[in-house]
């Protein structure tokens, strides 16, 4: 054989050997589009499919473990018995996904008539009674729903999707919300005491009059949302962007707002007590009114006598 031909033998024999090897793995290296791929086959542990167009699919059986499916539209996409254990599912698009059968993000099964949410049991529970307190409700798609006083006090709400859901009035105190996605949410009047939203995208929700005192909110995303009048006292809101938001008339008495992002949030007539304000951004911020005596300021100076509107150092 000569020398060419053999190199190139022996190259397709490694590539060969090496995805065998890689067992399933292999086969998402191969080349195809994931469609197809997906269509040839039902083991993508895993896989990194964030984003990606899955929609009307049939994935019946399909092993899902572990894979990424961050803002993947799965509308329509048939799910059937298919193996979503702590899989990631956040700002996927869910409309009309069949999902009977399926074993669910935290390890349940999804009853009948799971069409664009998981009904697992707990699920079942909380929208028949609109109560659920201590439940495991990790990733559950709670969007849209109408939850208005609902007694969720201590549930496990990691990862949950609650975009448009109206949880006026709600009951969430030390609920574990974190990482959850609720864009547009309504929460006013909520109470929210001890929860756990560290890392949770709360854009544009509504929180306002709602009660989040020692709250944990580091690096929460809380751009546009309303916190008139929130109680976020003893609140940690480390790292967290709360660009644009409204936070006038709240009491943010000793909470934490350390390299927070306030670029044109609305803090006119909140109080300002004791919290500290070190290294936050605070470009076209407003703080008339604002109460700001014994607060540490961005500089890491302490704000003394006098601090209304501006901090007297």
């Known amino acids: 054989m000569p020398p060419g031909l053999r190199k190139t033998a022996l190259g397709?024999?490694?590539?060969?050997?090496l995805l065998a090897a890689l067992g399933p793995?292999?086969?998402?290296?191969?080349?195809?589009?994931?469609?197809?791929?997906?269509?040839?086959?039902?083991?993508?542990?895993?896989c990194e499919l964030s984003g990606v167009d899955l929609s009307g699919l049939d994935l019946t059986g399909i092993d899902l473990t572990g894979a990424t499916l961050k803002g993947a539209d799965l509308t329509r996409a048939v799910l059937k018995t298919?193996?979503?254990t702590r899989a990631d599912l956040r700002y996927a698009r869910m409309e009309e996904t069949v999902l009977e059968g399926a074993v669910w993000v935290n390890g349940q099964i999804c009853g009948p008539g799971s069409i664009g949410r998981c009904l697992t049991p707990e699920m079942t529970v909380l929208m028949n009674s609109g109560h659920c307190p201590g439940c495991s409700l990790k990733t559950g798609t709670l969007a849209a729903l109408d939850l208005r006083g609902a007694f969720l006090k201590g549930a496990d709400l990691a990862r949950a999707m609650l975009s448009g859901a109206n949880l006026t009035g709600a009951n969430l105190m030390r609920a574990n919300l974190t990482r959850s996605v609720a864009h547009q949410a309504d929460l006013k009047k909520?109470?929210?005491?001890?929860?756990?939203?560290?890392?949770?995208?709360?854009?544009?929700?509504?929180f306002s009059e709602a009660y989040l005192r020692k709250s944990l909110l580091t690096t929460a995303i809380l751009r546009q949302a309303n916190l008139v009048k929130t109680d976020l006292r003893q609140a940690v809101l480390h790292g967290a962007d709360l660009s644009n938001a409204r936070l006038t008339g709240a009491d943010l008495a000793g909470c934490s707002l350390k390299m927070a992002d306030l670029t044109a949030s609305d803090l006119t007539g909140s109080n300002l007590q004791e919290a500290n304000l070190i290294g936050a951004r605070i470009d076209g911020t407003r703080f008339a009114g604002a109460y700001l005596v014994g607060a540490v300021w961005v500089n890491g100076k302490k704000c003394g006598q006098g601090s209304i509107g501006r901090c007297v150092q």
């Open 12 to 17: 397709l024999a490694a590539a060969a050997l």
């Open 25 to 46: 793995l292999g086969r998402w290296l191969a080349p195809g589009s994931i469609r197809e791929q997906l269509a040839a086959g039902r083991d993508c542990r895993l």
């Open 82 to 84: 298919a193996n979503l």
């Open 190 to 206: 909520s109470l929210l005491s001890e929860a756990d939203l560290t890392e949770a995208d709360l854009t544009g929700s509504d």
